[in-house]
């Protein structure tokens, strides 16, 4: 499906076509630039396959004053410009735009400094979110936030995408774990903000950025809080007959003034998917099962997991497991972090949804998720960051099915749309990209679409960074609200 | 002294002024429209009693579309508008600006939901931070950030100085614990930003909005985050032969990975004049006293409080005490607490300044501010949030004495501009106001500074929120560096 369905390209003449990719020519060395087809296919799309799109070129710069003289050249020619990490965001934050130049950050692998005494690290932004933590791993240290992709997304992608994982319940999202960033505007201009001191003058430019995918400016470098590893960590794996007293045991932890350092749900649809690929010991007579973690010293993580058990029974699972030891624990844990290859494996297509909900409404969201899911003829596995709310329901079809892409998208907006409904939000960590774009007429109301268009153009007037992503414009929200909701749409 | 004097003020005319009065007139009963000067007299200054100016006219709107009005009439008139709660502010932040309306929210003082399953509050802006624990805590939840002010400040104060407290090392500042915000803009649009969800699409307008100093919007309505009460709570109290070995300490408790409830310390000028005011029985040989909080349940509590002893001790503490029950634990704190008015009566004036420094260079900057002290022959008691490396020097004076007040305005810009030389910021706390406009300057590039001004064009490009303050001009910057630092300036 062509990518940037509601988004008007920036109408770029051959002169300025020509003419930039001379200048981009004169930065980079050959193989830092990609124009040919062969070689501009494999950043087509990021992890939203459904949509794709050829960029008109690919820069891989090395150092930041390539960076800068790519963004100037851009700017000056009005070209717009998709920076990319590793490509694996889940809403098409990195798809590149017609005409539009892709800027690759993978050369900027560099840990540049771990300082243990302070807890933070320096790093560029091309470097992977597990590789921090395989650095600070020598201190007793490790980096947070989580993503399942840890081991392929990279810090600058997590900083677009304001990132989370399933400890961010305890540990936070990325917002709460980058100190500083140094970005590149588009104009070329350089902004150190945040220290590693606790709070900054001004306006609030570090956390505007985090989760700006990637349309507000480049990082160049990020500063990152690091975590002591806690002395120990075990979970508890309960098993429930109905998603409902699942989500009453969610609620009980989180109400008894418990903040597990992770507590996941998946349905039965997504632990037989998951079960078949990895064994993770799954209880598959289960419709719901609770994975509820505790990290700390022995006596603390005792004393939680005490008193979580305590709580899932009463809420009346009928079945608990505590992990025995380091090695069943991430079992436990292979099983939730392996949940989309494992519906991937199942179906020939999947959309991820990511919305986030009041916890008080889980169970009602749920019933209602199963009813769409019969209503559409389309299977719904269920995985979620319980303790926050942020549901990820993986809808599958088959693209190769007429309709059924269509059908998934429609089934998937509803979603999102009841979550705004309950009081919640159209994404919890994964970014609205193009995916979502249309459901932020939903969300939001034509003054505060307006308060986002101002804030764009106070950084970049022409819009070059990312266009068509994350804001629709007001034309497009009129459009969509004529049609009433997600259901009367044609194909995004 | 007169405030604002880098600010040249909007030429306000005399019809506008008339026309505006009348509309106001119109909008608000009698008892609240302030213009006679005996009336607005109480409205010339915040905490920052060094700077006073009358206002216009002061309103007390008693609704959301009172607030809408007037801010509506105001933007047609092109006057200048200042948001106030308790006027608490130590920066000038709610200072008035010369023929600008004083917008209080005093009457804005409803708890219109306490949601204890969410854990959320939802209040009026002129809520007391106080009042909002108060009303939760028969839910065993209370609000987190503790001013030292929280009997009087107001959360919509705490929103616009993103403020702090003794606690917000483990529990952070308002913005981590705001989820949601209504807020006017100048114009009268009225935007709905954050969710009770734990995260939000589109720019962070809720991080951006707290901390801006009024200078963005006026909040109407705040939703923030309730922590259940601790089961109990224990402090160590532990004085130092010297500043260095104090300095040590905390380093090597948060080396350690402790988190501690609150990491304060005084030193002995500090120490003398609460001892003699609340009398909390301080050890007034120490030339330096830590007080380090732990909080949880008692297991917890008693693991947390023997690991910093250890630690206390191999820093060289001389003397350790920890708090024998919680009236004894209320009195260590109340001298911390009551550290401020307590120098307030050994000394006719005091600039309390709010610097941040990475904590390795606590004793380094602890050592220079006693030489400056020397220098400027000027007392300074330093009470600070070691823990967070946040500094309160309070540089004793007497207004009355000529040059004092230049003089102790000079060293408190020394400090804030040795604090951005150690890589930390001018303030952690308090905001910049316009106290601390002039080191913006040295904390942020030409370039940043540009970022803050189009931000701000983008939410009120007339500049009439609270202008004047935290944001300098390029102008202003540029005659502040051709002086070359804080030293050899006029008075401010």
């Given at each position: 499906m062509p990518a940037n369905h509601h988004y008007v390209p920036h109408p770029v003449s051959e002169d300025a076509r020509s003419a930039l990719l001379a200048e981009l020519a004169a930065i980079l060395p050959a193989e830092a630039l990609r124009v040919d087809e062969e070689d501009t296919r494999p950043y087509e799309c990021d992890g939203l396959t459904a949509y794709r799109q050829l960029p008109l070129a690919v820069a891989l710069p090395a150092d930041e004053a390539q960076v800068v003289a790519v963004l100037k050249a851009c700017h000056r020619h009005c070209v717009p410009v998709v920076a990319r990490g590793a490509g694996t965001g889940l809403s098409g934050g990195a798809t590149p735009v017609?005409?539009?130049?892709?800027?690759?950050?993978?050369k900027f692998m560099r840990i540049i400094e771990i300082d243990a005494a302070a807890r933070t690290a320096r790093?560029?932004?091309?470097?992977r979110n597990l590789a921090i933590s395989e650095a600070a791993?020598?201190?007793g240290l490790y980096y947070a936030p989580d993503p399942s992709s840890q081991l392929a997304c990279t810090i600058g992608g997590n900083v677009a995408?304001?990132?989370?994982?399933?400890?961010?319940?305890k540990y936070g999202l990325t917002v709460h774990n980058?100190?500083?960033?140094?970005?590149?505007?588009?104009d070329g201009a350089v902004l150190d903000i945040g220290t590693a001191a606790p709070d900054a003058p001004g306006y609030d430019l570090l956390a505007l950025l985090i989760g700006s995918e990637g349309m507000l400016g480049v990082v160049?470098?990020?500063?990152?809080?690091?975590?002591p590893k806690p002395q120990m960590a075990q979970v508890v794996m309960a098993s429930f007959a109905d998603v409902v007293h699942a989500a009453d045991a969610v609620a009980a932890i989180i109400a008894a003034g418990i903040i597990p350092a992770g507590l996941e749900m998946m349905d039965r649809e997504a632990t037989a998917a998951v079960e078949d690929f990895v064994h993770a010991g799954y209880d598959l007579q289960a419709a719901a099962i609770l994975l509820a973690e505790s990290d700390g010293t022995p006596a603390e993580v005792a004393a939680e997991i005490a008193a979580m058990c305590a709580l899932l029974e009463k809420a009346g699972a009928s079945q608990l497991r505590i992990s025995r030891d380091e090695a069943e624990r991430l079992k436990f844990w292979a099983g939730r972090k392996a949940a989309f290859p494992a519906v991937g494996r199942i179906t020939p297509d999947y959309l991820c949804m990511d919305g986030t909900i009041p916890r008080k409404h889980l169970a009602r969201v749920l019933t209602r998720i199963a009813e769409l899911s019969r209503e559409y003829g389309l299977r719904c596995a269920n995985v979620f960051h319980a303790g926050d709310g942020n549901l990820h329901p993986l809808i599958m079809f088959d693209a190769n099915v007429p309709d059924e892409l269509r059908c998934a998208t429609e089934f998937g907006g509803r979603i999102l749309e009841l979550s705004v409904e309950v009081g919640g939000t159209i994404t919890g960590e994964h970014g609205v990209g193009i995916e979502k774009v249309r459901q932020m007429c939903v969300q939001f109301s034509a003054d505060e679409l307006a308060a986002f268009h101002a804030l764009k153009a106070a950084f970049d007037p022409q819009r070059l960074l990312n266009p068509g992503k994350a804001v629709p414009t007001p034309r497009h929200c009129s459009e969509y609200?004529?049609?009433g909701s997600a259901r009367g749409l044609p194909p995004a």
């Amino acid at each position: 499906m062509p990518a940037n369905h509601h988004y008007v390209p920036h109408p770029v003449s051959e002169d300025a076509r020509s003419a930039l990719l001379a200048e981009l020519a004169a930065i980079l060395p050959a193989e830092a630039l990609r124009v040919d087809e062969e070689d501009t296919r494999p950043y087509e799309c990021d992890g939203l396959t459904a949509y794709r799109q050829l960029p008109l070129a690919v820069a891989l710069p090395a150092d930041e004053a390539q960076v800068v003289a790519v963004l100037k050249a851009c700017h000056r020619h009005c070209v717009p410009v998709v920076a990319r990490g590793a490509g694996t965001g889940l809403s098409g934050g990195a798809t590149p735009v017609t005409d539009g130049v892709v800027l690759s950050l993978a050369k900027f692998m560099r840990i540049i400094e771990i300082d243990a005494a302070a807890r933070t690290a320096r790093v560029q932004p091309g470097v992977r979110n597990l590789a921090i933590s395989e650095a600070a791993a020598p201190y007793g240290l490790y980096y947070a936030p989580d993503p399942s992709s840890q081991l392929a997304c990279t810090i600058g992608g997590n900083v677009a995408e304001n990132s989370g994982g399933v400890h961010c319940l305890k540990y936070g999202l990325t917002v709460h774990n980058v100190l500083a960033l140094r970005v590149a505007l588009i104009d070329g201009a350089v902004l150190d903000i945040g220290t590693a001191a606790p709070d900054a003058p001004g306006y609030d430019l570090l956390a505007l950025l985090i989760g700006s995918e990637g349309m507000l400016g480049v990082v160049l470098e990020a500063t990152v809080k690091l975590t002591p590893k806690p002395q120990m960590a075990q979970v508890v794996m309960a098993s429930f007959a109905d998603v409902v007293h699942a989500a009453d045991a969610v609620a009980a932890i989180i109400a008894a003034g418990i903040i597990p350092a992770g507590l996941e749900m998946m349905d039965r649809e997504a632990t037989a998917a998951v079960e078949d690929f990895v064994h993770a010991g799954y209880d598959l007579q289960a419709a719901a099962i609770l994975l509820a973690e505790s990290d700390g010293t022995p006596a603390e993580v005792a004393a939680e997991i005490a008193a979580m058990c305590a709580l899932l029974e009463k809420a009346g699972a009928s079945q608990l497991r505590i992990s025995r030891d380091e090695a069943e624990r991430l079992k436990f844990w292979a099983g939730r972090k392996a949940a989309f290859p494992a519906v991937g494996r199942i179906t020939p297509d999947y959309l991820c949804m990511d919305g986030t909900i009041p916890r008080k409404h889980l169970a009602r969201v749920l019933t209602r998720i199963a009813e769409l899911s019969r209503e559409y003829g389309l299977r719904c596995a269920n995985v979620f960051h319980a303790g926050d709310g942020n549901l990820h329901p993986l809808i599958m079809f088959d693209a190769n099915v007429p309709d059924e892409l269509r059908c998934a998208t429609e089934f998937g907006g509803r979603i999102l749309e009841l979550s705004v409904e309950v009081g919640g939000t159209i994404t919890g960590e994964h970014g609205v990209g193009i995916e979502k774009v249309r459901q932020m007429c939903v969300q939001f109301s034509a003054d505060e679409l307006a308060a986002f268009h101002a804030l764009k153009a106070a950084f970049d007037p022409q819009r070059l960074l990312n266009p068509g992503k994350a804001v629709p414009t007001p034309r497009h929200c009129s459009e969509y609200r004529l049609t009433g909701s997600a259901r009367g749409l044609p194909p995004a």
